[in-house]
């Protein structure tokens, strides 16, 4: 990884986002700086814990009701942490209250007798996500990925990077078409040529920048997580660039990106790094390299066009969320949207008003089916 002499390379230390939202420039400071914030939790004595959900590093998550209206929510008890960084996570959470896709924070309470804090949010009926992806169909996936995408286009223009994006924090209801982002405990507020921590992310959802101990990043490292889902989800794997350890990452994204696209980076950032031997030789491969017959119905060119774009080495080359969202791969999700919304403004009797994309989708081809069936599906379009 970087030397420390490297530490002191102007050229990267002066490295700024290319799609650069400073909340310093945007909101007080009361808005990002955790230390102006003051903590007043309420009394856990208005909750009720039912079962345990499952635990992660920062806490244990329960499912649980609110005695004071019966309402389900999700507690997540958190583990002693420093004050500053939970305080940082209700800022985090409290700038995104808006964005639908993301997990709402309702509470913060303490209990009285053991002094730990309790998270409580709304309840999110989930299934396994790393699962999950690797049998979705190609709507489900325009579908779910356009609402990622809108998830992080949100949080980047509140100046919020999340650092740790990847299946298991994504909570998807198929059943209700809902997805939400959630484990905001590693999410910070982005400031140009600050330096942050490197102890981010998970192995195989790592952008290479801090696979190579770069600390002074910016909101391309969740768009590399972005795309890393949407290979999981593409090519039916529940992570992409599998490995150990950071090395291995390494060595997995140069043999895709090739040898070329990796020291071009590390020229252009005067990163003083000694690469391995074996990374020296990299072709690199195309994203049509890696179709297998269980996955060739996916890998439309459209979704491998805007995979290239998101999975970029160099972040000053990715394409932002914001700008992925206006993608061709999601054009008929658009188009549907744009009908629906025709549709509701003009109060017009249509079978599919109402229906989200999936919905509309299972109906319409219900609809087609019907008619084929009765020798009249050529003379109908629903859309």
Request: hydrophobic share 35%.
């Amino acid at each position: 990884m970087l030397s420390k002499s490297s530490l002191k390379d102007p050229r990267w230390l002066k490295y700024r986002a290319r799609y650069d939202q400073d909340p310093t420039k945007l909101y007080p400071p009361v808005y990002y700086q955790p230390d102006a914030f003051q903590l007043n939790p309420n009394p856990s004595d208005n909750y009720e814990i039912i079962r345990h959900l499952g635990s992660g590093t920062y806490g244990d998550v329960y499912a649980g009701i609110d005695r004071r209206d019966g309402r389900k929510v999700a507690i997540k008890i958190q583990q002693p942490v420093r004050l500053r960084q939970l305080k940082r996570e209700i800022l985090v959470l409290g700038a995104l209250k808006d964005c639908e896709q993301i997990v709402t924070l309702y509470d913060v309470c303490e209990d009285k007798q053991t002094g730990k804090l309790g998270f409580v949010f709304e309840e999110v009926t989930n299934i396994d996500s790393y699962l999950f992806i690797t049998t979705l169909s190609l709507y489900d996936i325009k579908f779910y990925m356009l609402e990622l995408l809108r998830a992080m286009a949100f949080t980047h223009s509140r100046g919020i990077m999340h650092r740790d994006l990847k299946p298991g924090n994504i909570l998807i209801d198929h059943s209700q078409h809902k997805l939400r982002v959630i484990d905001w405990g590693l999410a910070t507020f982005y400031h140009p040529g600050q330096r942050n921590s490197l102890f981010v992310g998970t192995l195989g959802f790592r952008a290479p920048e801090t696979a190579l101990n770069v600390p002074i990043y910016d909101y391309g490292v969740d768009v590399w997580a972005v795309g890393c889902v949407f290979a999981g989800m593409l090519f039916r794997t529940t992570s992409f660039f599998s490995v150990d350890d950071s090395w291995e990452q390494i060595d997995r994204i140069v043999s895709k990106c090739g040898t070329d696209t990796f020291l071009r980076y590390l020229q252009k950032m005067d990163l003083q790094f000694d690469p391995p031997e074996r990374l020296l030789d990299r072709r690199g491969h195309s994203w049509e390299d890696h179709i297998t017959d269980h996955c060739a119905h996916l890998t439309t060119p459209d979704a491998l066009d805007l995979l290239d774009k998101l999975l970029q080495f160099d972040p000053s080359d990715r394409i932002s969320c914001a700008e992925a969202i206006g993608h061709p791969f999601f054009d008929d999700v658009h188009e549907w949207e744009t009908k629906q919304k025709k549709w509701k403004e003009e109060g017009a009797d249509h079978p599919l008003v109402g229906l989200d994309y999936l919905d509309g989708i299972e109906m319409m081809e219900g609809l087609m089916k019907q008619l084929e069936d009765e020798e009249l599906g050529h003379f109908f379009n629903p859309l």
